[in-house]
């Protein structure tokens, strides 16, 4: 197989990657493991969906360059996508630090702007390696 080939092999597995282990654990793909306390949004589903695509773009690009400038912005993108997507009340951990009251307050409406921060990170990174 030729460079481009094996580039964009990883970047799609890092993409359907990210779908499974963000749509699992997030609740946003349907699973008798929890029931998402959450109701799931057109929202939720936009930022998981440019999510995945980025990261498999930006594996695809990083897989075709030797460099790795940029990876710590395109990894807070990825965790930013997942946090944007997430469930507050369902993460047993933040409810014990915080209260539930406290991140249906707090967290749950700052969620689209992490959504926004997470694509404008990815995708600030995928064009300046351009």
Request: some cysteine.
């Amino acid at each position: 197989m030729d460079r481009f080939r094996v580039a964009l092999l990883y970047g799609t597995l890092a993409a359907a990657g990210f779908v499974v282990v963000t749509g699992v654990v997030t609740g946003l793909l349907p699973t008798p493991l929890f029931e998402r306390m959450v109701p799931r949004t057109a929202l939720d589903y936009t930022f998981f969906a440019v999510t995945a695509v980025l990261v498999g773009v930006y594996v695809t690009q990083r897989s075709m360059q030797p460099d790795c400038d940029g990876d710590a912005c395109a990894y807070g993108g990825a965790a930013g996508g997942f946090l944007a997507v997430a469930c507050p009340h369902c993460n047993a951990i933040l409810v014990a630090l915080f209260s539930s009251s406290w991140l249906a307050t707090y967290v749950d409406p700052v969620r689209p702007l992490v959504g926004l921060l997470a694509v404008g990170l990815l995708a600030g990174v995928i064009y300046r390696r351009r």
